[in-house]
């Protein structure tokens, strides 16, 4: 069995773990429709994706 050959202190077990924290989802702001979407994402209500028809729109 694995043992640690000294104890790791509060200060450096958070350091190590500043870089697991969850970033926040980044929405903007639709051009056409004014509505909120992710980037990088089809708008599913029109079904527009960066000027062009992808998919049928939701109705």
């Known amino acids: 069995m694995a043992v640690p050959k000294s104890k790791i202190s ?8 500043a870089h ?3 970033s926040a989802i980044n929405y903007v702001e639709d051009k056409d429709s004014g509505e ?5 994402h089809i ?6 994706y960066r000027g062009r028809q992808v998919i049928a729109p939701k109705d």
């Open 10 to 17: 509060n200060s450096r077990r958070g350091m190590r773990r």
């Open 20 to 22: 697991d924290k969850l």
């Open 36 to 40: 909120l979407r992710r980037q990088h």
């Open 43 to 48: 708008d599913l209500k029109s079904g527009m």
